[in-house]
């Protein structure tokens, strides 16, 4: 089995990470590497903290750390370069916007924490209690049409009418 010298191996690596992105098998093919290696070596910078692309896109996948810097490197950019930045790391400017609001929310004293809690759990109340009254509402329907339906069963069994249209 061939031992790279470090220096080889970040160059490597570098083609697996962003700007470039390059799959692991066409930088295999490329290098004459086993995939395997490459895999093993991505698998490692990925716990490192290294923003790797894998096989999948989600960049939700991503550990707290390397969203926490995505969001300091973004805090002074204007929309343009945003849009810049997020092209070259396979992100969307609205997920950077929805870890800066996690970051914020985070950094929320226990007292607004709790006040933001208390008016979601008002408003999911709300909208239980709706639902509920909805589900009553068609249950009282749904038995009416049933029984709507037995009586009418009844009634042309008494009067011997197969007649289903009457």
């Not at 089995?1 to 570098?14: G, H, I, N, Q, T």
């Not at 995939?35 to 990925?46: D, F, G, I, N, P």
């Not at 550990?63 to 997020?86: G, Q």
């Not at 070259?88 to 914020?104: D, F, N, S, T």
């Amino acid at each position: 089995m061939p031992r790279y010298s470090p220096e080889r191996k970040a160059a490597l690596l570098k083609k697996l990470l962003p700007p470039l992105s390059l799959s692991v098998p066409e930088v295999a093919r490329q290098e004459g590497i086993s995939e395997v290696t490459l895999y093993a070596w991505r698998k490692q910078a990925k716990a490192e903290g290294a923003v790797v692309s894998g096989h999948r896109k989600l960049s939700d996948d991503w550990p707290a750390e390397a969203k926490f810097a995505a969001v300091l490197e973004t805090a002074t950019l204007s929309e343009i370069e945003l849009s810049e930045y997020c092209r070259r790391k396979g992100l969307y400017p609205e997920q950077v916007v929805a870890w800066r609001q996690a970051c914020i929310t985070g950094q929320l004293s226990a007292q607004a924490q709790r006040q933001a809690e208390r008016a979601q759990a008002r408003i999911d109340k709300k909208r239980i209690a709706e639902l509920e009254r909805e589900l009553r509402r068609k249950d009282k329907a749904l038995a009416e049409t049933a029984a709507i339906l037995v009586l009418r069963k009844k009634l042309n069994a008494y009067w011997g009418d197969d007649n289903e249209d009457s």
